[in-house]
């Protein structure tokens, strides 16, 4: 069988490639596994090319994966046994905004950074950043949390609903806009995180959150990892009476411990140095913003906060645990992060 012919048959020509360095393209993500091309990479335009693809795929039994950014690390896109790479990059609409229930309806190729340029009109923003502008459809089957995960939860937390197509072409649509909901299975916790084995999403229906008014980021330097942990715990539980920290990350260097942060405030964050933080380092900094119109953590004093780097000078890979585990020898911790910064 001539697959390229057979699914440009049912598609269209130019929705079908065999195409060597499109190919190499979908052989690989952003991780260190072997690469392996597919045979052909499809390009979807809508729900039914999707359902006549996996039909299709299902009758001749040929492998189908999902293709978002290929963004993930851990090798999921990559096609060890060939068959069709199912590119979404086409499927790219923001369907509907709905600001008053601060929900929104995309199609599963639209990325992160093109869905907030569209809600900023509305003063809302989606929170979760796994650090690529990785597609809704990738964040979805991979579950992916980021730097604001501790603040506002991970994708799972994000999803109400999705439309998944099944192996065999059926259409099934999983949870409803209500926020309050007990009836039947949770179908959508299930197919979030199942990276693209149970079903393909052809649309999702994320909650999305009103735009901080304040944001800024703040480095403090701590004597040793005990405290800067101790501190982290004091501030989370101060979240709960007064919600606006957002997420720390502790840097060890030879002398002392930081604990790097963007605070994100429904007000300026002008007396955040005198709350629990005071009581235990050495000293604060407020980093200033790019711009007063930049409400990007990211590009907060984004000069002055080195990405944090590894003994041997590589760059540092995040690692969640509870702060429970890290406190109180730290000694964990300590083999693990070491600062840029001078003590
Ligand atoms: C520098 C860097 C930092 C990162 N940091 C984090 C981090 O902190 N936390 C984190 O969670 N991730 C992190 N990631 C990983 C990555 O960003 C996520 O895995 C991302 O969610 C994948 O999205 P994608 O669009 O690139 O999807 P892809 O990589 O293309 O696909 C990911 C998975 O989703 C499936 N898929 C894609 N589209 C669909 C669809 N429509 N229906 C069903 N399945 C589909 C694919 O088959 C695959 O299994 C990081 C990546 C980089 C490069």
Redesign the pocket.
Known sequence: MNLVSELQSILSEEQVTDNQAVLENHSR??GYQPPHPPDVVVFPVNKEDVIKVLRFANRHRIPV??????????G??IAYRGGIS?D?QM?NRVLTVQPDDFLVRVQ??V?RTQLNRELKKYGLFYPVD???D??????????????T?VRYG??RDQIRSLE?VLADGTVIRTGGDAAKSSSGYHLTGLFVG????L????EITLRVYGIPEAIAAARAAFPDVKNAVNTAIAILSEEFRSPGWNWWTPLRSNKSTHLVKPIIRNSPPSSWSSTVTRRACKKTLILPRKSPQDRSVKNFGSRRIPKPRTACGKPAI?WPMPLSTITPSGKRCQRMFVSPYPA
Request: aromatic residues 8%.
């Open positions: 993500d952003e994966v999902p293709f978002g950014l290929g963004s993930s690390l851990e999921h896109v199912l979404f499927m599963p190729g990325t796994p650090g690529a990785a597609t809704f459809g990738g964040m979805a089957a991979t579950n992916a949390s980021g730097t995960s991970v994708t998944v199942s990276e693209g084995t079903g393909i999403f052809t995040t």
